[in-house]
Structures are given as C-alpha cells and as structure tokens.
C-alpha cells in the first residue's frame, strides 16, 4: 500500500471509530489497537484494569499481525481470552515501520469487519 492510500484509508478508520463512538477527536492507534481487543475479547466493560486494557492493546497486535503470518490464533482460555502464538519472528524495524504495518493491518481489520456488518445487515 503506497503512503498515500494508507494515509486516506488510516483517516477513514478513524473517521468510522470517532463517529462509531460519538466521540469529537479522531482516535490513535492506541485507541484504535485497544477497541480492537475488545472486539476480540467479545466483552465489553465500562472499566477495565491498566493490566487488562495492556492485555487487550496486546490482543490487538497479535490479530493484526496474524493477517501478515507472524502470529496464529491458538484458543480461548477458562475466562475467554483470545491466545495467540507467535510463529514468526518479527524482524527487527523501527517505530515507523511497526505503526505503519499496524496501520495498515488495522486497515484490513477494519474492510473486513465492514463486509461482515454489511452481510449481518442484508
């Protein structure tokens, strides 16, 4: 994905995040990472701990990058929490890089859950 294509679709992720949660300013990828987990989690809570919300920031990362091979889904625990398995090792990148892919993941994430409200929808 050139740098401008994932500019525009990165704004349009925010932009369907902040209208989504009726909220005034466009989220980050931190916030963007967190709801992520929580659609994963498939629980929602009005509180979470730091703990937790770091476990679902982790969540997010490891679903992200599944799309990309370097993680795999491998269960859910006694409480419901999605496991991944990491099976390949990330090579060794900067900041940039790593938000860029994310990004870009969080991107397909986010075509895809579309396509899957749209089908529910019809």
């Given at each position: 994905m050139e740098d401008w294509e994932l500019d525009f679709e990165w704004l349009r992720v925010q932009h369907?995040?902040?209208d989504t949660m009726k909220r005034e300013v466009l989220p980050d990828l931190n916030t963007v990472l967190f709801l992520i987990g929580m659609q994963e989690l498939g629980r929602w809570k009005k509180k979470f701990t730091k703990e937790e919300k770091q476990d679902l920031m982790h969540i997010a990362v490891c679903r992200l990058l599944e799309h990309d091979g370097?993680?795999?889904?491998?269960?859910?625990?006694e409480d419901g929490w999605p496991h991944y398995r990491q099976v390949v090792e990330m090579?060794?990148?900067?900041?940039?890089?790593?938000?860029?892919?994310?990004?870009?993941?969080?991107?397909i994430y986010f075509k895809e859950w579309e396509k899957g409200v749209d089908a529910v929808e019809k």
């Open positions: 369907l995040v902040r370097y993680f795999e889904f491998v269960g859910r625990d090579p060794a990148q900067g900041t940039f890089s790593q938000e860029k892919m994310l990004k870009e993941n969080a991107v």
